[in-house]
């Protein structure tokens, strides 16, 4: 499987993410802007919960499945501690257990698992949760 873009995280065992640092103020930003004063930052795997919402509605354009096949997902703002905060989706946790606040770390998940190229997506699950281990 490829990244859904380059440049988004480090290629490591357990990779993290690649902001964006203005050398001036200090602002740290997700993704890093190509060119222009932001230098490479790699963020930490590790935040909290911000803010979340489930997305139960399929989006109007493609790739997403048609009406039948829509799965909701959950989606939120991840707080990595005097960084950023971090758009996301947030897996292997079920809706009802999501809670503003808890500890998430970074994992790697395909955008469409039944494509036939699936591309990896960043994404936040629970903190010291298996991969795939709750809906």
Partial sequence: MRAIAEGIWTNESEPRLIGGLDPETG????????????????????????????????????????????????????ELPGEVIVESRIVDVAFEDIAIGMPLELTLV??????????????FKPLGQTTGAAA
């Fill in 27 to 78: 602002r740290v930003v997700f993704p890093c802007p190509p060119g222009g004063d932001y230098q490479p930052h790699t963020l930490s795997r590790t935040g909290t919960l911000w803010s979340y919402t489930i997305q139960r509605f399929r989006p109007k354009s493609p790739p997403y499945a048609g009406p039948e096949a829509f799965q909701p997902w959950a989606v939120g703002y991840v």
């Fill in 110 to 123: 395909p955008l469409d698992p039944d494509a036939p190229e699936p591309v990896l997506i960043h994404a």
